[in-house]
């Protein structure tokens, strides 16, 4: 069973989405909360599988939130899954840097909120990471391309031609298949490469590899 937090400072919207989470297989609510700071006690005390968050809120809002639970070691298995527009395409990146494993609208269709939490409790980003590198193509800075960056000194030379890989958008199987290994070694690596990094999950790998110059924004 999925544990979910709901944190939205508007009272229809947590009991929409609340209604739909109870309703959804295999999911539970197991609290919610009207502001960041609201959201981070709960998180600390009840623990979720996955936090639906708004970014927008009075207080602490939804990054600072994202934040503080994601740097937080006791909540490592909890993921952040935003709700918010895609308009704000610069919060939305703020948010992926705080912590978040993805993004949602708002106005998403019932099945695809449910969808999201399942995959992002299952530790994938909720976008696939070329979707995500549509906003980093026009808010991250990346170094100069070329020798490995200091950040990134302590991986080996095979997890930064894996971490490139992600960062370019492919997926587990499609970097197994370009460097002719297992499925279950990618996903090793790619495990490794966030521990090492400090990885939430892997939209964080994606910034990575962008803010490290391991990929470039297209026409760069």
């Given at each position: 069973m999925i544990s979910v937090l709901i944190v939205d400072d508007q009272t229809l919207i947590r009991s929409a989405v609340a209604d739909l989470v109870t309703h959804a297989d295999g999911l539970h609510v197991v609290g919610e909360a009207g502001d960041g700071r609201r959201a981070v006690e709960l998180a600390r005390r009840l623990r979720p599988d996955v936090v639906l968050m708004d970014i927008r809120m009075p207080g602490m809002d939804g990054i600072d939130a994202t934040r503080a639970i994601c740097d937080d070691p006791a909540l490592a298995d909890v993921h952040v899954l935003v709700l918010t527009t895609f308009?704000?395409?610069?919060?939305?990146v703020g948010a992926l840097r705080a912590g978040a494993s993805g993004f949602l609208g708002k106005g998403s269709e019932p099945d695809a909120i449910i969808a999201?939490?399942?995959a992002v409790h299952g530790g994938e980003a909720l976008l696939s990471p070329a979707a995500t590198r549509a906003l980093i193509d026009r808010y991250v800075r990346p170094t100069a391309a070329g020798t490995v960056p200091r950040a990134l000194e302590?991986?080996?030379?095979?997890e930064v031609e894996i971490l490139t890989l992600v960062g370019s958008g492919l997926s587990n199987a499609e970097i197994a298949e370009r460097l002719v290994i297992s499925p279950h070694t990618a996903k090793t690596h790619?495990?490794?490469i966030m521990t090492k990094l400090h990885a939430h999950d892997r939209a964080q790998l994606v910034i990575a590899a962008y803010e490290n110059g391991l990929v470039r924004p297209q026409g760069a």
């Open positions: 308009e704000e395409d610069a919060v939305i999201a939490v399942r302590h991986l080996t030379e095979r790619v495990n490794r």
